[in-house]
């Protein structure tokens, strides 16, 4: 695992895009040998202007700024034990915004920053935070359900990283399992985090029930609009064996 940053480092990353509800995305890249690997971050606008941000990313002044134009930073999201690279800085220059993991990941998260909750403490009746079952609780799920639709931001349970940029990528997200040809659980998340299979296939199942999900946002590669309904049941059937 890279070693957490203590600065505000900004690496290539795309424009925040508003996904649609209040909900608003940026894509971004890890450096790494022979090639740059995506990362998502996603944030939402709570009631009051209040923004919840998942698996933060640091961005250029001129995207902080639009960032902070949409409301105050009240909640830094960490989806799992793997994404607290950039927390560190986050936190001090949100110093009031409070740190949210899944239970699972609270020692890991409190190497970084000392976590805030563990449980759904948004106080905004459209958002519910999970903890995603059969996996130790240490992986986290988001849903967003508002008039235009249902967005559900996962994070490393599926992938889908169709455009790896780099030979380092490319290799690492074929190797990986990271939905080079339709968005998959990466085989490592699930070999590391899986521990009981039936358990996180039903979550799946009955996730892919949700009447009027719209998209799937992943911390790894591209906003899953096409059939995400769809894709649900049939990573469901892949982690079922």
Known sequence: MSRL???WKVDAHGPLEHLGDGVWTVAGEISMPLGHF????????????????WSAIPMRDA????????GDVAFLVVPGVAHRLDLRPWKRRYPAARVVCAPGAQEAVSQAVPVDATTNVFDDPTVDFQAVPGMEDKEAALWVRRAGGTTLVVNDIIANVQHPNGLGA???????GFGVKEPQMPWLGEKLFVK????????????AQEPQLTRIVVSH???????????????AADVAG
Do not use: F
Not at 170 to 176: C, D
């Open 221 to 235: 590669g591209d906003v899953i609009t096409a059939a995400p309904r769809e894709t649900l049941t049939r990573i």
């Open 38 to 53: 995506p990362r998502r971050m996603t944030v939402v606008v709570l009631e009051g202007a209040r923004l919840l941000v």
């Open 5 to 7: 940053h203590d600065e």
């Open 63 to 70: 995207a902080m700024a639009q960032l902070e134009a949409l």
């Open 170 to 176: 490319q290799v690492m997200a074929r190797l990986l």
């Open 196 to 207: 009981d299979p039936a358990a996180t296939a039903a979550a799946l199942r009955a996730w």
